[in-house]
C-alpha cells in the first residue's frame, strides 16, 4: 500500500472534522482545545481534574469510512510532553468500542509508528474479549490522555500516515 496521509497540520488548517471530547460528559470538570499554533501545527492542550470522578480529555477526528486491508501501520509525528496518551481507532463511530495503543510522549519531535495488530479493543478502560484492529474499516481516530492523577497538558500533532 502506498502511504496515505490521513492529516496534516499546517498553517491552513481546517479543524472542522476535530472535536474535543471532556469527561464532562459523565460529570467531570476537565477541559481541553485544539487549535493550529504560530507553527502549524495541531496543538492539543488542556487541564484534567479527577473531581467528580473525571479523568481525560480526547482529541477525535472523524472522516468519510476508508479500508486500511492493505496497511500495516499507522505512523505519527507529534512532540509531547514526558506525559503517556492513547492512539484510539474506531472502526465504526456508532461502535461504543475502541482499538487501543498506549505510548509515551517525549519532549522531543517523535514519530510514534502503531502496527495494526498493537491496537487492542477497549470499552472505557476495560479490555475486550474481541478480535484485535483489522484495518477493515476506519472512520475515526482519537489521542486520549487519562493518566488517573490532576495535571496539565500539551500533545503537538504534525500528521498522521497510514502505511
Known sequence: MEPLLLFHFDHSCDLSHW??????????????????????????TGTIS?????????????????????????????????KAYQFRVKNKISEAHSYVFAFETTTDWQTVNIHLNELKPAFRGQKLNLPQYNGENLEEITFLIGNKKNETFELAIESITII
Do not use: H, P, W
Request: hydrophobic share 35%; charged share 20%; proline share 0%.
Open 50 to 82: 479527577l473531581e467528580n470522578n473525571g479523568g481525560f480529555c480526547a482529541l477525535k477526528y472523524t472522516f468519510d469510512s476508508l479500508s486500511l486491508q492493505d496497511a500495516k501501520s499507522f505512523s505519527v509525528r507529534l512532540k509531547g510532553d514526558g
Open 19 to 44: 472535536r474535543i471530547v471532556n469527561d464532562s460528559v459523565m460529570g467531570g470538570v476537565s477541559n481541553s482545545s485544539i487549535i493550529c499554533n504560530t507553527d502549524g501545527k495541531g496543538l492539543f
